[in-house]
């Protein structure tokens, strides 16, 4: 089982970023898939969620408007779309899956917010 991002990078604010979680070992269509953030210091925080038909999304109020969530199911892999990136934005950016008891993260990637 493996959930591997990538995407991430050094971008300065207002830019913007496509982050992309690939799937394996698992049938990632039956899972709720999600974007996590880390930033130094602070707990890990949900920043977007899609069910596994992708009609219902949910952003956290920090990021909607700017990021968007998708997936294709047929290629097992998430989607997250970061336009208008402000420092703030600066985490480590984590993939999750989630279904029924099973649950598994990615090892994360970095996205650094600087001018």
């Known amino acids: 089982v493996q959930l591997v991002e990538s995407g991430g990078g050094l971008v300065q604010p207002g830019g913007s970023l496509r982050l992309s979680c690939a799937a394996s070992?698992?049938?990632?269509?039956?899972?709720?898939m999600s974007w996590y953030r880390q930033a130094p210091g602070k707990e890990r925080e949900l920043v977007a969620q899609i069910n596994r038909d992708g009609d219902s999304i949910t952003y956290a109020d920090s990021v909607k408007g700017r990021f968007t969530i998708s997936r294709d199911n047929a290629k097992a892999t998430v989607y997250l779309q970061m336009n208008s990136l402000q420092p703030e934005d600066t985490a480590v950016y984590y993939c999750?899956?989630?279904?029924?008891?099973?649950?598994?993260w990615g090892q994360g990637t970095q996205v650094t917010v600087s001018s």
């Open positions: 070992g698992f049938t990632s269509s039956r899972y709720v």
């Open positions: 999750n899956a989630v279904y029924l008891i099973f649950g598994y």
